[in-house]
């Protein structure tokens, strides 16, 4: 028999249909009921396509209306005083979304993924009350229709690493209150049937762990495997690999342990142990993280790897991770080009891949019916085809990008910055802003028009054009130093450049849950990258033409560029970065040549790239910080470089930040005051900075009054030759009723701190 099994499945619907009935009841259109309907149907399609694909292991509780941590504090009855006296649907949405007298909880990123999921909010005076009604209701709605799923759970010990202490203290101080409910839950779920398998995820094993949360593993699933004989219980983790907790782990009485092969290397150094302790590995060995197909030759000889160590029996082979990080079918890819969409795999696609490994690697080739046989060597094609491909192997590109030697610009920051404000004198506190203005509903509009083909060229470059001017004479009048402008032909910063660099691809349909309803579209890089002309020059230029003051270019980073895109995995993700980045050095010396003085490279997604292991930031700092200074490695001295980053916490990562040698960084710092920027102070950083000075995710106009105040505060950190003054992030998700009297009032604002200097 072949074994074969799911981590979990993305919930959100081909059609985004979850999306839709849910914003459709948030804006009261339709009753909860409806909610409940489509819920019902997605589950059931969910199901059944991963049964018709042959998959064993099919999981419940992986269905979420929100998000599987928020159904997690649910589940525990961890629900915050501000919202205790709601219930059911109401309760659960003004968690995630507040309501008119209570403050959202927090959301943040799912480890190194684009997921998002709510944070807990704990404290000693919580009284945890099992809330165990959606994980049995699941599991019965499958049961009906004659499946009997693996329960899928969220570990004690990764849903405590994930949460905070309202009450100050340290979440894992809580253990003890909280494993009672999993050990009741346990019992209740080992009454439902004979012999129920359960999956709980402890992706935070796959962390630098400190002793203090590896020591609570043995004693938490010694107490959880002995609950009922009636249970087998696997613990889950991926995106990286977990060798410290899995020691520990196999010493408990679970069933097994599920490993990602893919994104964790170092997993497969544990096998002696899992071998000898006699637990089931699921072994992940199909992607969940990325949209290419499964090289089924490459993967038997993994999985024979494996199974040299650890005996066949032991071994079920799986998604390397929840198939929530891929989009759901290719079927409704109609406009990609027939070659590349041969080399896609989206979550219905991989079930099959999924099914036809483990029938390969357990069966034997001799024993696939005519239809497997046929897809495995559609596989071997497909594969055999991208290795070799034109439209993905640029020699010349690749001849270029290796011999490139321009590694960073010339001069040293001290003198290129002498040069800069002498030719390019702006004042001090000069002001600025970080690229984007409103996104009217008429941009957006002309935008789809255009792409539609709806409306010719000329008119769309008009509308545009109109567009910039506006925001030209807007910021003059305001009397912001440094322009922008207003990036109104820009759908997003990375798709904008993706859909003008050879080797990059784009889906209909590819939506990948990013929280809640809301759903991203990632672009995806299948071959060498190149630049086969500006980008974004006639823009600038034009912009600049209608201004005596400087027009800031405006590009997005590399690194930035990679991170939010599927990026091919048959290269390297550095060696992917660099080509992009010698792209972009091309980019920024046409803008220069075309009499561009001052360029953004914005880096929005540089932290965001981290890996999760420290051993290995090292090396991604290297070539994240090389790329960077290639890209801008073609600018001359006079040329002034700035970057942008979305947050604020730099302590960790400041010397790489000023590694990265760029004369200007904008930075988000509005909600911090000051403190977080003291690090800047502390480690002597000496290039030029500019922390935002207002919120732009509100909608709330700050005062003069509040923004003298806030520059005041940076004044205590840095000296004014060194500051620059901006919002805190591009502008573009604001309306101009906000926008426009909170720039006009952050000018005041300068020219008011100015005065006082003097
Ligand atoms: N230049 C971009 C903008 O202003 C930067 C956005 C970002 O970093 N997220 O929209
Ligand atoms: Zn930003």
């Given at each position: 028999?072949?074994?074969n099994?799911?981590?979990?499945?993305?919930?959100?619907?081909?059609?985004?249909?979850l999306?839709?009935v849910?914003?459709?009841?948030w804006?009261n259109?339709c009753?909860?009921?409806?909610?409940?309907?489509?819920?019902?149907e997605?589950?059931k399609?969910?199901?059944?396509?991963?049964?018709?694909?042959?998959?064993?292991?099919?999981?419940?509780n992986?269905?979420?209306?929100?998000?599987?941590?928020?159904d997690?504090?649910?589940?525990?009855?961890?629900i915050?005083?501000r919202f205790q006296?709601?219930?059911?649907?109401?309760?659960?949405?003004?968690?995630a979304r507040?309501n008119r007298?209570?403050v959202?909880m927090?959301m943040?990123?799912?480890f190194?993924?684009?997921y998002?999921?709510?944070?807990?909010?704990l404290?000693l005076?919580?009284n945890?009350?099992?809330?165990?009604k959606?994980?049995i209701?699941e599991?019965k709605?499958?049961k009906?229709?004659?499946i009997?799923?693996?329960?899928?759970?969220i570990g004690?010990?990764?849903f405590l690493?994930?949460?905070?202490r309202i009450d100050?203290?340290?979440?894992?101080?809580?253990?003890?209150?909280?494993?009672?409910?999993?050990e009741?839950?346990l019992?209740e779920?080992?009454?439902?049937?004979?012999n129920?398998?359960?999956?709980?995820d402890e992706?935070v094993?796959?962390?630098?762990?400190?002793?203090?949360?590896l020591?609570?593993?043995?004693?938490t699933?010694?107490r959880?495997s002995?609950?009922?004989?009636?249970?087998?219980?696997?613990?889950t983790?991926?995106f990286?690999?977990?060798n410290?907790?899995?020691?520990?782990?196999i010493?408990?009485?679970?069933w097994?342990?599920g490993?990602?092969?893919?994104h964790?290397d170092?997993?497969i150094?544990?096998?002696?142990?899992?071998?000898n302790?006699g637990?089931?590995?699921i072994?992940?060995v199909?992607?969940g993280?990325?949209i290419w197909k499964?090289?089924?030759?490459?993967?038997?000889?993994l999985?024979?790897?494996?199974?040299?160590?650890v005996?066949k029996?032991?071994i079920i082979?799986?998604?390397s991770?929840?198939l929530?990080h891929?989009?759901?079918?290719l079927?409704?890819?109609?406009k990609l080009?027939?070659?590349?969409k041969?080399w896609?795999?989206?979550?219905?696609?991989?079930?099959?891949?999924?099914s036809?490994v483990?029938?390969?690697?357990f069966?034997?080739l001799?024993s696939?019916n005519?239809?497997?046989?046929k897809d495995?060597?559609?596989?071997?094609?497909a594969?055999h085809?991208r290795k070799?491909?034109?439209?993905?192997?640029n020699?010349?590109?690749?001849?270029?990008?290796?011999n490139?030697?321009?590694?960073?610009?010339?001069?040293?920051y001290?003198d290129r910055?002498k040069?800069?404000?002498?030719?390019?004198?702006?004042?001090?506190l000069?002001?600025?802003?970080?690229?984007?203005?409103?996104?009217?509903?008429?941009?957006?509009k002309?935008?789809?028009?255009?792409?539609?083909n709806?409306?010719?060229?000329?008119?769309?470059?008009?509308q545009?054009?109109?567009?910039?001017?506006?925001?030209?004479?807007?910021?003059?009048?305001?009397?912001?130093?440094?322009?922008?402008?207003?990036?109104p032909?820009r759908?997003?910063?990375?798709e904008?450049?993706?859909e003008q660099?050879?080797?990059?691809?784009?889906s209909?349909n590819?939506?990948v849950q990013?929280?809640?309803?809301r759903?991203?579209?990632?672009?995806?890089?299948y071959?060498?990258?190149?630049?086969?002309?500006?980008?974004t020059?006639?823009?600038?230029?034009?912009?600049?033409?209608?201004?005596?003051?400087?027009m800031?270019?405006?590009?997005?980073?590399?690194?930035?560029?990679?991170?939010?895109?599927f990026?091919?995995?048959?290269?390297?993700?550095?060696?992917?970065?660099?080509?992009i980045?010698v792209a972009l050095?091309?980019?920024?010396?046409?803008?220069?040549?075309a009499?561009?003085?001052i360029?953004?490279?914005d880096?929005?997604?540089?932290k965001e790239?981290?890996?999760?292991?420290?051993q290995?930031?090292?090396?991604?700092e290297e070539?994240?910080?090389?790329?960077f200074?290639?890209?801008?490695s073609?600018?001359?001295?006079?040329?002034?470089?700035?970057?942008h980053m979305?947050?604020?916490?730099?302590?960790?990562?400041?010397?790489?930040?000023?590694d990265?040698d760029?004369?200007?960084?904008?930075?988000?710092t509005?909600?911090?005051g000051n403190e977080?920027?003291?690090?800047f102070k502390e480690?002597?950083?000496k290039q030029?900075?500019g922390?935002g000075i207002?919120?732009?995710?509100?909608?709330?106009i700050?005062s003069v009054?509040?923004?003298?105040?806030?520059?005041k505060?940076?004044?205590?950190?840095?000296?004014?030759?060194q500051?620059?003054?901006?919002?805190?992030?591009?502008?573009?998700t604001?309306?101009?009723?906000?926008?426009?009297?909170?720039l006009e009032n952050m000018?005041?604002?300068?020219?008011?701190v100015r005065?006082e200097l003097?």
């Amino acid at each position: 028999m072949s074994k074969n099994y799911i981590v979990g499945f993305p919930r959100i619907g081909e059609q985004r249909e979850l999306k839709k009935v849910l914003e459709s009841f948030w804006a009261n259109k339709c009753p909860f009921r409806e909610v409940n309907k489509v819920a019902g149907e997605l589950k059931k399609r969910h199901w059944l396509q991963q049964k018709n694909a042959g998959i064993e292991y099919i999981s419940s509780n992986d269905f979420s209306l929100y998000d599987n941590m928020l159904d997690t504090i649910v589940l525990l009855g961890a629900i915050p005083k501000r919202f205790q006296y709601l219930k059911d649907e109401e309760l659960y949405f003004s968690m995630a979304r507040g309501n008119r007298s209570s403050v959202a909880m927090e959301m943040t990123k799912w480890f190194n993924t684009n997921y998002h999921y709510i944070v807990p909010e704990l404290s000693l005076n919580d009284n945890y009350i099992l809330n165990s009604k959606k994980i049995i209701k699941e599991y019965k709605e499958a049961k009906a229709l004659g499946i009997k799923t693996k329960i899928n759970l969220i570990g004690p010990i990764t849903f405590l690493a994930l949460s905070k202490r309202i009450d100050r203290g340290d979440t894992f101080g809580l253990v003890n209150k909280i494993l009672p409910i999993y050990e009741e839950l346990l019992n209740e779920i080992a009454q439902l049937d004979e012999n129920i398998t359960v999956q709980i995820d402890e992706p935070v094993f796959v962390k630098d762990n400190e002793p203090k949360v590896l020591s609570l593993i043995k004693s938490t699933y010694d107490r959880l495997s002995t609950v009922s004989a009636n249970l087998k219980i696997i613990v889950t983790t991926y995106f990286e690999h977990s060798n410290e907790a899995t020691k520990i782990l196999i010493e408990t009485p679970i069933w097994g342990v599920g490993l990602d092969f893919l994104h964790g290397d170092e997993n497969i150094n544990l096998l002696d142990e899992i071998a000898n302790s006699g637990k089931k590995l699921i072994a992940g060995v199909v992607d969940g993280r990325n949209i290419w197909k499964n090289d089924i030759e490459q993967t038997i000889k993994l999985l024979e790897s494996i199974s040299s160590v650890v005996s066949k029996d032991n071994i079920i082979i799986s998604s390397s991770c929840s198939l929530l990080h891929t989009p759901f079918t290719l079927q409704y890819e109609e406009k990609l080009d027939a070659e590349i969409k041969n080399w896609l795999s989206y979550s219905y696609e991989k079930l099959d891949e999924i099914s036809l490994v483990s029938k390969v690697f357990f069966e034997g080739l001799n024993s696939l019916n005519v239809e497997d046989k046929k897809d495995y060597e559609d596989n071997i094609a497909a594969n055999h085809s991208r290795k070799n491909s034109s439209l993905i192997h640029n020699k010349e590109v690749q001849n270029r990008v290796q011999n490139h030697s321009k590694l960073q610009r010339d001069g040293l920051y001290e003198d290129r910055i002498k040069i800069q404000k002498e030719l390019l004198q702006y004042k001090d506190l000069a002001t600025t802003t970080i690229g984007s203005f409103p996104q009217t509903q008429e941009v957006r509009k002309g935008r789809r028009e255009f792409k539609n083909n709806q409306i010719r060229y000329e008119d769309y470059e008009k509308q545009m054009k109109q567009y910039i001017d506006d925001c030209i004479v807007f910021q003059e009048d305001c009397g912001l130093e440094v322009l922008v402008h207003g990036e109104p032909e820009r759908n997003d910063m990375v798709e904008y450049f993706g859909e003008q660099l050879q080797g990059y691809g784009f889906s209909q349909n590819g939506w990948v849950q990013s929280y809640g309803s809301r759903c991203v579209k990632p672009p995806f890089i299948y071959g060498d990258i190149s630049r086969p002309k500006p980008m974004t020059i006639d823009w600038i230029t034009y912009a600049q033409s209608k201004t005596k003051n400087i027009m800031k270019g405006m590009l997005t980073g590399p690194v930035t560029i990679l991170n939010w895109s599927f990026v091919r995995d048959d290269k390297p993700r550095d060696e992917v970065s660099k080509q992009i980045a010698v792209a972009l050095s091309d980019e920024i010396d046409d803008l220069q040549n075309a009499g561009i003085k001052i360029i953004q490279v914005d880096e929005a997604a540089f932290k965001e790239g981290y890996p999760l292991r420290k051993q290995k930031i090292k090396i991604y700092e290297e070539w994240a910080v090389r790329d960077f200074k290639i890209s801008v490695s073609s600018a001359k001295k006079e040329t002034q470089i700035h970057t942008h980053m979305c947050y604020s916490e730099f302590n960790d990562i400041i010397k790489t930040i000023e590694d990265m040698d760029a004369d200007v960084i904008s930075i988000e710092t509005a909600r911090s005051g000051n403190e977080l920027l003291k690090v800047f102070k502390e480690v002597g950083y000496k290039q030029e900075v500019g922390p935002g000075i207002y919120d732009i995710h509100s909608p709330r106009i700050p005062s003069v009054e509040e923004m003298v105040n806030q520059i005041k505060l940076l004044l205590e950190v840095l000296p004014k030759e060194q500051l620059w003054i901006n919002p805190d992030c591009g502008l573009k998700t604001r309306k101009w009723e906000e926008v426009k009297p909170s720039l006009e009032n952050m000018v005041k604002a300068v020219e008011i701190v100015r005065e006082e200097l003097k």
